[in-house]
């Protein structure tokens, strides 16, 4: 079953204590990005990957970190958690719309929905 | 920029009543359009998009949407409502002529709960 799996699906921690995300992904796709939901925002992406070893920061990045050292995982890495990272976090991965090679885009190629994880309800006191 | 604006935050709809949620978008180009459902306690499934072709496209659960380029629209309706459709709808858009992430990544509108009352 082709699906995307967060873990934990719930943590509560302390002020300043590293904690990891993961998330996995099973359908092969390049494209992976870490959201989150707070109430009246929708959804912020925080960072994202175009494919292994290449990362960049979304909208939201600040006091997040991730990796991608593979391609089906992409953790995402609260080096010193605050209480303002109280928030739903989702992982979705998708295959990649645009293409780019050595700087020059390729045809621009299909268009698949993002698949989500099933979320990590995040509480940081 | 890219942008999505649901103008409703909530909708309340009796069950067995036609619902529509609403959704605008803001994009340089033409829009790739998704609606996304989120039940509680759940992760976000897709419902339907909108990529090129029929303006009307049909999705799971009986949703639909359609695509209005003059308006910029892509509202989501449905016929007859259904208690267990009650949650909350999220409209995306990703722009497909822009590079690298930009390209890829999708904006959320804020979300809009929908309520189905028996």
């Known amino acids: 079953e082709a699906q995307v799996t967060q873990n934990p699906r719930y943590l509560i921690t302390v002020t300043g204590k590293k904690l990891t995300v993961t998330c996995s992904q099973n359908?092969?796709?390049?494209?992976m990005s870490w959201y989150r939901q707070d109430p009246g925002l929708g959804l912020r992406q925080i960072y994202y990957s175009m494919n292994v070893e290449v990362t960049d920061k979304g909208d939201v990045p600040e006091g997040y970190k991730v990796s991608r050292k593979e391609k089906r995982n992409f953790p995402l890495i609260l080096e010193s958690p605050s209480p303002n990272q109280t928030s739903l976090y989702f992982c979705?991965?998708?295959?990649?719309?645009?293409?780019?090679?050595?700087?020059?885009?390729?045809?621009?190629?299909?268009?698949?929905?993002?698949?989500f994880g099933q979320g990590t309800r995040l509480t940081v006191v | 920029a890219q942008s999505v604006a649901q103008p409703e935050d909530q909708v309340n709809v009796a069950e067995g009543n036609p619902l529509t949620v609403k959704c605008t978008y803001s994009?340089?180009?033409?829009?790739?359009l998704f609606w996304y459902v989120q039940y509680p306690n759940r992760g976000l499934q897709f419902l339907l998009k909108y990529i090129t072709g029929d303006n009307l496209v049909k999705g799971s659960y009986g949703f639909e949407a359609e695509f209005n380029k003059s308006q910029t629209s892509f509202h989501l309706k449905k016929p007859s409502a259904l208690v267990s459709d009650s949650a909350l709808y999220f409209c995306a858009v990703r722009d497909p002529r822009n590079w690298g992430n930009a390209g890829n990544m999708l904006t959320f509108g804020g979300g809009t709960r929908l309520m189905v009352k028996p």
């Open positions: 994009v340089s180009g033409n829009p790739y």
């Open positions: 359908m092969n796709h390049e494209y």
């Open positions: 979705a991965s998708s295959l990649t719309a645009i293409r780019t090679w050595e700087g020059r885009a390729v045809r621009p190629g299909r268009s698949t929905e993002a698949f």
